[in-house]
């Protein structure tokens, strides 16, 4: 029986399907979390076949020993995995200290964590990437901007979603970054790419072959969702345009990707942009070596009327599957903001659309920034459908209270 230690397997929430489908595929199932073993959902425990509670999943020494724990009762470990992006450095350590083979090494983080090494790759793979400056001093930071043009974006180099993100529209912001940045934090700044983030998502085999692909856009930028405390919505594709598809497969060449689950993002140009491509070509924004965050496997599942989660299990234990996908539809997210004057009352949106609403949840305040506070999941066969419903739950009757 194969070893699977999951880090972390009780959040997000829905991670417990994970460790279900690989029980379910005879996999010896070893959880590490910081959550009390009774305070666990009935759906984990019964999806574990062992758990060891760390009083924090930060303290590297914890998580350490429980591992050890977990060799030296069960022997070889063959899989450590979180699917979560706030560990991946983590899980990379932990393989490489106990010699798990199965995944990213040490080695591999740069290239797959740094933003400013991601660009290599997508040269690679012929994709275009924004021109950049890593953040030195002020005097620089105004040259690069004077050649590449307001706006510009800074981000921290290894970073996770949109936190501390910047949109610098003149010298007099860019002199405000320079006091509100991280000291001890390295940023990349890069020329503003007029987009909307076009994903592919994939699962990927021992050979780097996709077993499964899908993908979504999020017309609204995560930068400002998180910055002005917007609302957030985002949608999986019916469809997967061929040459997202393209350039996703180029990506998991050029990247080495294999026996992973991967959320790759780019823009896909809104005009023509001198050096990045005509109106309608894509351009790379990042590599992400795990799913896309929150409820989007659980999306994907009502899109395409498939098992995600099972697919990934299948991937781990037989390198295959024969999980195939159904009818597919649009699958729409809408993350709403509290203090908001919505038109359309959360009864109102849940008759409405109670055909076609699949989730109705409260946000976690943990990803609240970059996802609102009251989420709404539903599908629909046509983008016509889908516009009407985003339309219905944006809407607002007055000023924000």
């Known amino acids: 029986m194969k070893n699977f230690i999951f880090i972390s397997p009780n959040f997000p929430a829905n991670y417990w399907m994970f460790c279900r489908e690989l029980k379910k595929n005879g996999l010896n199932v070893l959880g590490i979390g910081d959550q009390p073993y009774d305070e666990l959902t009935a759906d984990l425990k019964n999806s574990l076949n062992e ?11 914890e998580v350490y020993r429980a591992v050890a724990f977990f060799i030296y009762k069960h022997g070889r470990i063959d899989w450590l995995e979180s699917n979560n992006e706030y560990w991946l450095e983590r899980d990379a350590r932990l393989r490489t200290d106990f010699n798990i083979t199965s995944g990213f090494q040490v080695s591999d983080i740069p290239h797959i964590k740094y933003k400013s090494q991601m660009k290599a790759f997508y040269a690679a793979a012929g994709i275009p990437t924004a021109r950049y400056h890593m953040v030195d001093t002020l005097a620089n930071c105004l040259e690069f901007a004077s050649q590449v043009n307001y706006p510009v974006v800074a981000k921290p180099d290894n970073g996770v979603g949109a936190s501390h993100t910047f949109k610098i529209e003149n010298s007099d912001q860019m002199g405000q970054f320079f006091s509100l940045k991280w000291p001890d934090t390295s940023y990349i700044m890069e020329e503003f790419v007029d987009g909307e983030v076009n994903s592919y998502d994939a699962i990927i085999d ?10 979504n856009i999020t017309p609204m930028s995560i930068m400002d969702i998180v910055n002005k405390n917007d609302n957030s919505i985002f949608y999986i594709l019916k ?55 929150g409820v989007t496997p659980d999306m994907i ?55 076609n609403i ?14 609102g506070n009251q989420m709404y999941v539903a599908v629909f066969q046509s983008r016509e459908e889908m516009d009407e419903f985003y339309n219905d ?6 000023p924000e209270v």
Request: aromatic share 10%.
């Open 358 to 371: 699949k989730m109705m949840e409260r946000i976690p305040d943990v990803l609240s920034g970059a996802m």
């Open 206 to 215: 021992s050979k780097g072959q996709p077993m499964f692909e899908t993908g």
């Open 393 to 398: 739950i944006l809407r607002c009757q007055g």
């Open 51 to 61: 758990y060891y509670k760390v009083s924090n999943l930060e303290n590297d020494d």
């Open 239 to 293: 469809h997967l345009p061929d040459d997202t598809r393209k350039a996703g497969r180029a990506t998991v060449k050029s990247f080495g990707v294999k026996s992973r689950f991967v959320h790759f993002e780019f823009f896909r140009l809104l005009k023509d942009q001198e050096g990045l491509g005509k109106k309608g070509d894509l351009v790379a924004l990042e590599v992400n070596m795990r799913p896309s965050g």
């Open 301 to 355: 599942d009502f899109a395409h009327n498939t098992d995600v989660y099972k697919i990934w299990a299948d991937m781990i234990a037989f390198d295959r599957s024969t999980m195939p996908a159904g009818t597919s539809s649009y699958c729409a997210f809408a993350g709403r903001r509290d203090g908001k004057a919505f038109a359309l009352s959360h009864a109102d949106i849940a008759e409405k659309y109670r055909a």
